[in-house]
């Protein structure tokens, strides 16, 4: 009995140490903000990855066209071809807070 009783204190001393670490991830999230981040990223990214697709289409063929017209300079080819191909590809949580800004009511209260 003695035993066990100590193992169940034990247990949750560790656990209350545990969360003491990580509270970010033990807070519990209001399920429609979840949804409607999902449905804005889903719909976001329906048009960004077509329109992200293109640019980068058109960004290859303008460096390799610039390479040629202004005869053979690689730097200004690189250079285009980096603008146009860099990140991001996808829309995520972390971009799309970001893009809103910080909302105070949703801050957790220390």
Do not use: C
Not at 19 to 34: G, N, Q, Y
Not at 57 to 62: L, N, Q
């Amino acid at each position: 009995m003695l035993k066990r009783t100590k193992t169940k204190l034990s247990m949750m001393a560790l656990g209350l140490i545990l969360s003491s670490f990580i509270p970010t991830v033990l807070r519990a999230e209001d399920a429609i903000e979840t949804a409607g981040e999902a449905v804005g990223m889903t719909a976001g990214n329906l048009l960004f990855l077509p329109l992200k697709a293109i640019s980068v289409s058109i960004g290859a063929v303008s460096g390799a066209l610039s390479y040629l017209v202004t005869g053979g300079n690689a730097d200004l080819t690189k250079q285009i071809w980096q603008d146009t191909t860099q990140g991001p590809y996808l829309i995520t949580p972390e971009m799309a807070k970001k893009a809103v800004g910080e909302r105070p009511e949703l801050s957790e209260k220390k």
